[in-house]
């Protein structure tokens, strides 16, 4: 889908110039366009997760571990959309490259 693919695309440009907060609003577009898309809750995730490291470098550690927890449920939506059992994984198994849908 056009908006899924722009949105991740805007997204991964500001997460490499540095602009956390702006690649988090274009990650919650993708999930928002395609809820079910292992890409979009990657995006989500990781931009989340950009965001928890950014606060908690700042000194805002309950903003960090907000974004931190949030960040976390993307990735096991993610998981679960790419039919991996996160329960199961351990430190040692290295988690799947997220497709593109």
Do not use: H
Request: aromatic content about 4%; some cysteine.
């Amino acid at each position: 889908d056009a908006v899924l693919r722009d949105a991740l695309r805007v997204c991964a440009l500001l997460r490499a110039c540095g602009v956390a907060e702006s690649a988090a609003e274009w990650a919650e577009v993708a999930a928002a366009s395609a809820p079910t898309s292992a890409a979009a809750l990657f995006a989500a995730g990781d931009a989340r997760a950009a965001l928890a490291v950014e606060a908690q470098s700042g000194g805002f550690l309950q903003r960090a571990k907000r974004w931190a927890i949030t960040a976390g449920d993307a990735l096991c939506r993610c998981c679960s959309v790419l039919g991996l059992d996160v329960a199961r994984m351990s430190e040692n198994e290295p988690l799947a490259e997220p497709v593109a849908d």
